[in-house]
């Protein structure tokens, strides 16, 4: 008997990445690898206030893409009035929304498929406008989110901001047969929740780590392109340098470490770029720290595991949470973490424990700066903290094989029924 194969069509407004996260490309991967058919809908925003324009594109293997431009990206570009470009980007993310829910409905009406995945906000609400127009009335539908800020929005009231996310909230709010709200402490579970999202059957997962392959060479060539001398200690941040990243927040506690304690061999490498790298740069220069930053780029996936192998110590300073890839990232090297006590970080970091976490407070950067002095000193806290966070790394995190595995699991269970 011939078993007919799996099939599922994506919506996503989010492009795949090589030299940022990679779970945007891994998790239609996983559909192909697992042998089913794989058809991806996507709208690439190519505006230099983007994240797109340092990427290539990519076809990945066993996926056919269907790619579109996202809508005003060329006027978006010409826009230095902050308030009016964010009025055009929603109406562009609005009128995405649109193209996507006609692309799929074209596509549904040309074949056959067993899943719909929306694939973040737009995504989601793509799907949406097919499901009322009873273009998935027979297919099972899967929502999938990466994160979220409505939580903290809703916690605090902020009436203003929720207005205008009311999509977000709407995305959140709307029902599915399956919903994946990444665990990135943003607290994406509470606000599912607090919005009485009509999805029943909501998994709550961390994204997976893969094992580190750090290969010396490959290291040591790096050290040599941005000129690392041996007895220098270093500091890594890896991100896309976006504004709420506040990179500018680890600049400043690596200052504040150089001027108050003459660390002259301390290096902070930043690995990543994005719309704000022009003002850290200034804000380096600023600081009269020139000598002690480098700004790597934006670097391959697969290259991460070499910053991360010549670090000494990580830096991760983030508004509303911290617990991205990059900090699993770093927990999976056991790196000396330094990060902020918001969203749900205090849950992976302990404070002199398996890492650094503080308060955001007017002593954060003098506080930080002591710390990262007491680490390149101190010998046996170096020890302990590295221990600590190996034992972190073997109980709470797992790999990018088990986490896809459980979700096609699941998948699997709705057209089963």
């Not at 996507?42 to 066993?62: K, L, M, T």
């Not at 009509?198 to 040599?224: A, C, Y």
């Not at 902020?340 to 407070?361: A, K």
Request: proline share 1%.
């Amino acid at each position: 008997m011939v078993v007919k194969q799996k099939s599922i069509l994506f919506l996503s407004a989010l492009d795949f990445k090589e030299k940022s996260i990679q779970v945007i490309r891994k998790t239609p991967e996983a559909y192909a690898g697992a042998g089913w058919h794989v058809e991806y809908i996507v709208s690439r925003d190519i505006s230099r206030y983007g994240n797109y324009f340092y990427e290539e594109e990519i076809d990945p293997p066993g996926v056919t893409v269907h790619r579109f431009q996202r809508p005003f990206a060329g006027l978006l570009d010409r826009i230095n009035n902050h308030t009016l470009r964010t009025v055009i980007a929603k109406i562009s993310g609005y009128v995405t929304v649109v193209k996507l829910a006609l692309k799929g409905s074209s596509l549904l009406k040309s074949g056959s498929f067993d899943v719909i995945y929306g694939y973040e906000i737009h995504g989601v609400l793509a799907v949406w406008l097919l499901r009322i127009f009873r273009r998935v009335k027979y297919h099972k539908v899967v929502h999938r989110f990466q994160g979220t800020w409505c939580y903290e929005y809703l916690k605090n009231r902020k009436i203003l901001k929720l207005i205008m996310n009311w999509e977000s909230c709407l995305a959140l709010l709307l029902g599915s047969d399956l919903c994946i709200m990444t665990n990135d402490g943003t607290f994406g579970d509470k606000a599912l929740k607090m919005l009485h999202t009509r999805s029943t059957n909501v998994k709550f997962w961390i994204n997976g780590v893969d094992t580190f392959s750090m290969e010396k060479k490959k290291t040591d060539r790096i050290k040599n392109d941005l000129h690392i001398q041996a007895h220098c200690s270093v500091a890594v941040t890896t991100c896309r340098l976006e504004q709420w990243k506040r990179v500018d927040r680890a600049i400043l506690a690596i200052a504040s470490a150089v001027n108050r304690y003459d660390a002259k061999d301390l290096l902070y490498v930043i690995v990543g770029d994005g719309s704000m790298r022009g003002e850290l740069e200034a804000l380096v220069r600023e600081e009269d720290i020139e000598d002690n930053v480098i700004f790597a780029g934006a670097v391959s996936g697969s290259e991460i595991s070499s910053y991360l192998a010549l670090a000494d110590f990580f830096l991760s300073t983030n508004d509303l949470s911290n617990v991205g890839n990059p900090l699993l990232e770093a927990i999976r090297a056991c790196k000396i973490i330094f990060t902020l006590n918001n969203g749900d970080t205090g849950s992976w970091i302990q404070h002199r424990v398996n890492g650094f976490i503080y308060d955001i407070d007017d002593m954060l950067f003098e506080n930080m700066a002591n710390d990262i002095y007491e680490v390149i000193n101190n010998e046996s806290l170096r020890k302990r903290i590295i221990s600590n966070i190996k034992k972190t790394e073997k109980e709470k995190l797992w790999t990018w094989k088990e986490r896809f595995e459980a979700e096609i699991k699941e998948v699997e269970k709705l057209i089963a029924t």
